[in-house]
């Protein structure tokens, strides 16, 4: 479905192609002062235009349909509309035939029987997740104090920054990179979570998972806690405000968080839309055959996935921070 | 909260020394034959025993109290209750001004105010994932056709099988060791997952984090895929019933099962609880103190994770199906 | 919170002098028909204009923004909505200090803290129902088969259409009038209803409270069948497809449809705005002072609840009949 | 399904004649005072023994599973379980070829496919309102000063107190009687409920329309304010706590409470289970039939039903107390 949280309830819409894109946000406390100019600046990190990505730049401009009145939220519910306006859905006509690797292409067929938007994705583009930064802008502001900040770790395997020159080369050849996302989010208060099944990391990774192309999520030492022993991993509680000596456990225990910096990383795979030629079974023709993907995409998604990362913590978070 | 699932409703309850845990399944359709006997099998291998185990052996026997008739599921929901018997409560009490770390001890005092039961972790016990595979034999049963395993990958960064020398030397010392586990999920259907909020890894990793000791999550290549190019990644699909040449995505395509095997893998810390001697801070005396554990423990909890992990996918994967 | 539904989930948003109301539909399955001009019907019995309504006329042009795609339906969410065009928000000053008898205005300002929307009634205005009409009208195409009707028994205690010369003369007191609506649904399939909390009477009656100005709801004989005796009140069953000789239950037996007419009643009660003087507590003067109500108003808003009420009954059963 | 509320939740299991009846009760709050004897007051109201109640006296002993530590709430989920002991489970086997006017005989066997327990009406039986009733408990509980109290108004139309002959006579003839119930909650805050759909009433005619044999409710005036004229119906505000001069709307505007008294009313059909002949459809001989009701029924379960009322409302008002 495509509503997410309990108090704080983001329902989110729309196509690549469609007539817009948008986001419900239910459950917002009253009082929060909230413009159109409030969202630019995440929107603007995720927006495209650097190298590696789509040579499909839009707007995104903001409405803010309901729930402001005077400038402040009022307590009913908040739904922001992006209208789609630089499309070209010419290029996706032959992909119902010839679906995609590694693209929702195949299953959204099988699943929705020849009647999803496949232009540009339909529903299951990145582009969707505006609405998921819409309501980040709008939960970092119920989360007074606190900060939520992502970056990239890697590119392709190499360190961010050290990136550039392979990123050039696989771009040159029609390909694509992944890369890591590491998000810190400090300032939290002890307590949120809601285990047994809501813990932090149940619906951090809950809502980091629909962010299209992500592959994995570890918190705090993460695959590499596996490998350690109890008495280096546990994390030595030092005072009375719950404040560790290190943080391996990424700022969580038993679900729940302990007030050090809740940390995690996300593995982004990379793109599966690519320029060079590739081999997918052709449906109509009923034999493997040979795809070159068109379309405008980018080369490098990672690029553009951190403040949508910070979105789905902050989401999360203020939604724990309402049910305390 | 203690509930998960949509239409295959699972609600937990229960303390780890407290009169007893269970389960309560809402939503299971009707006529699946079920009795007590079905659920030993799997029961078994979450047991204690082996060697790095807890000594704490419960006869974990369970009781149905409701929702089967004739030996037959009645579409009524059915409820599961394991008694507690082997318990030592007096282990505990000094936890309370001494909290553990890597532990829920601290969190649980500062969220629940000094009410919740700390006998045994209380409510945060691992013991409570009981119910978790109780729902977890029933989910099977509804996946007819599909097999879901899990095993142990790795033991405290060696491979499972040449671990044993370590957890010796490690118990020896008083120290605790984590593991990955891998879990295949073989011949799901096409089609389910319910993104945009519902994929299929959002809804796989929001259960899994639920058991107690998860760090981290991946599917298919996951953190490798990386530092992989689109090129290497994309799985080429070569026939009509969407079977691709390789698998880096593990069974999903934009959070929709593709009809290949689900495969993931599930990072575990070392169990927190060790014998050996750790500073935490004592909040009576308010400084920071030597704690030596007591109580019984496992060093190596991830021995018994494995039929954890399958309950958590049984359970989402029978939940995707009802709302297919 | 503004959401309704489990599988067929609207959540409405939007206020009377905002920018504009609207629904988000989550769930409806894929292929079915849907255009504009399928809205109108339903949406042009909703519309002032008769007399007894308010002559605030709005055009009330559905745009649908999401989930439709060469004329069908996706499978993702069917977004709609209504721009606001004619309003007059200087009227609904003066409410803040006196609040209206019968209206929301305390309640509002009490839980919202001065934030809420009070232009028209912001988020509780009636005008908030069209998109509960437009989510009745998709819920009606998945209804196939069947058809659920609702008409005004009683207007002020009189008969309907028996009623017009008691409805002129409180028109010309500045005074409302309420009345009773019935609604019928029939050729409904045996089985829908999820008891024990989701029976049918439960979330039917749960959707008609959310209509303002209901006051009861009651099915089958209702309050008379708490005066008969069992057996009168039984409906004999007649033959194996469940028909029976009375409908004394009004269709549903156990919460669950017995594949009889669905029948409830439900009671409007007189429009709380009145223009007639009324007394109410002035807030900043602190005394009880005389309010003359100005705005434009409905003098009898029973006269535009049916298709309202249809809507909320196509709703649940739609959602109903996805969950079988 | 068997679950409600969105904080203070509430989930209900067990059948007539199986082992046990009970309820799980997740997000109660921490440090309630709660032992086995603070039910029993409650449970007694409910009970059978009364002339006009059904001779099988069960001793509905509650047992509290989890959820409670040294006497107090833990946060966790509460678990009671009511074991059946008194039971005649061959008295119904009949009543599958021949289903029960009123009752839930017929669509059980089509919904469930012969699989539901029959016996005693299984999981429809109101012997499920025990868990109810504990829920009900534990939610006074939460609502410090507040009281709810539910009380028969009428029975078979027969003002309470002046309609025993009546219930003799009924009686005599293997007959049945219904009944009214109202039900005032005092000082309730202001601010409860959550509109648009989560409305005071729509919550309370949800949990109330889920207890057995219900057919309508009314806030308020309720179908009386369906003749009435807002000059007369409007509740005159007349200070600045919200007071009203009357409370026509019983207590509620716009969904919210208002600070005056909550009241509703409700309808309660005479019981189904009648032992006088009555026709049915014989689902094998395929012919109407003359039906005997056996077992052991209540020829006027309204007798019983005020103390569940009165669970309902606390269940709804303690739910919005957590969500306000």
Redesign the interface.
Known sequence: ????G??Y?V?????SH?????V?I??CP??IALQQEDFLADLQRRKSGAKGTTPRVEADMP?????V?NG????????V?FRNENTRSGDYANLVAM??????D???S????G???Y?GG???SGR?TLGMVAAGVVAKKMLTGSSIEASIL?V??KKFGEHEALLKE?MS?G??????VECHAKNIP??L???????V???I??????I?A??????????A????????????????S?K??TNN??GV??????GNDVVFRV????????S?P????H?EK?T?EILEVKGRHDACI?LRVPVVVEAAAAMVLADLLL??
Request: charged share 20%.
């Open positions: 479905m495509n509503s997410f309990r108090k309830r329902s989110i819409f729309g196509e469609g007539v817009a894109v948008g419900c239910d459950g009253v009082g409405e803010i349909v309901s729930g009145f402040k939220t009022t307590g009913a519910p908040i739904t509309i679906p995609r690797p590694g693209h929702a195949y299953v959204a099988q699943k929705f029987g009647y999803a938007d232009r339909g529903h299951f969707v890697e392709g395997g696989a050849k390909d694509s990179l992944g890369g890591v002890v307590g979570g809601e285990p047994f099944f809501d813990s990391e149940s619906l990774s809950h809502a980091i998972f629909s299209p992500v592959r994995g999520i570890e918190f705090g030492k993460g695959f806690a596996a490998a350690m022993r109890g008495s280096e991993h546990n994390d030595a509680i030092t005072d009375a719950g560790t000596a456990a990424g225990n038993g679900g729940i968080t302990n593995a982004i795979k990379p793109t599966s839309s690519i060079a590739q081999q997918t079974y449906f009923q493997v990672v049910l305390r």
